[in-house]
T-cell receptor, first 112, second 118 residues
Framework: GDSVTQMEGPVTLSEEAFLTINCTYT??????LFWYVQYPGEGLQLLLK?????DKGSNKGFEATYRKETTSFHLEKGSVQVSDSAVYFC???????????FGQGTRLTINP | GAVVSQHPSWVICKSGTSVKIECRSL??????MFWYRQFPKQSLMLMAT?????????EQGVEKDKFLINHASLTLSTLTVTSAHPEDSSFYIC??????????????FGSGTRLTVV
């Protein structure tokens, strides 16, 4: 079945550091890919998405590029802030399935 | 934008009682809603897909009789945890697909319900 694998956390960085959270997937067809963020005690918020190969999703300084050749959707940000501390989930939606499959989540902590 | 409201945000109940969690789409109609369960420091596990006017579709391993789902209108789905036990304690999150019509927000999530069974 379809699956998503994220780099294990937790990840701890200093403010203004460069961030990469790896995400790879296994899916049939052409899935849509997503990054969601979950702040403490809250539900998930869509951070960015990409629906086809080579698409780049971006939001709030975060970026991720849909790489079909490497089946990856790594999340990057050039300069993180304390307010970026949260849990980040990579997810896919199989074409036509109307169902999200989530990775295990990566907890990110940014220290001032 | 597309907003999903989930209530209550937290609830404590006694073992053996039932608890109802509501999920409402506030500014769009949701023919399909999803219920997830999240264990501490773990990912979201899809429990069931709730379809307006029909029976929910449960994922493998989820007890239908314990987790009752009702989706009686285009804006409301409810999850009832029946005869709750401490092992049912978890964070429950609902989601709705808001990608139809004029919106393109895709899946929108509620803020979650922290259930503690004592």
């Amino acid at each position: 079945g379809d699956s998503v694998t994220q780099m294990e956390g937790p990840v701890t960085l200093s403010e203004e550091a460069f961030l990469t959270i790896n995400c790879t997937y296994t899916a049939t067809g052409y899935p849509s890919l997503f990054w969601y963020v979950q702040y403490p005690g809250e539900g998930l918020q869509l951070l960015l998405k990409a629906t086809k190969a080579d698409d780049k999703g971006s939001n709030k300084g975060f970026e991720a590029t849909y790489r079909k050749e490497t089946t990856s959707f790594h999340l990057e940000k050039g300069s993180v802030q304390v307010s970026d501390s949260a849990v980040y989930f990579c997810a896919l939606e199989t074409q036509g399935a109307q169902k999200l499959v989530f990775g295990q989540g990566t907890r990110l902590t940014i220290n001032p | 934008g597309a907003v999903v409201s989930q209530h209550p945000s937290w609830v404590i109940c006694k073992s053996g009682t039932s608890v109802k969690i509501e999920c409402r789409s506030l500014d769009f109609q949701a023919t399909t809603m999803f219920w997830y369960r999240q264990f501490p420091k773990q990912s979201l596990m899809l429990m069931a897909t709730s379809n307006e006017g029909s029976k929910a579709t449960y994922e493998q391993g989820v007890e239908k009789d314990k987790f009752l789902i009702n989706h009686a209108s285009l804006t409301l789905s409810t999850l009832t945890v029946t005869s709750a036990h401490p092992e049912d304690s978890s964070f429950y999150i609902c989601s709705a697909d808001a990608s139809r019509g004029s919106s393109s927000y895709g899946y929108t999530f509620g803020s979650g319900t922290r259930l503690t069974v004592v």
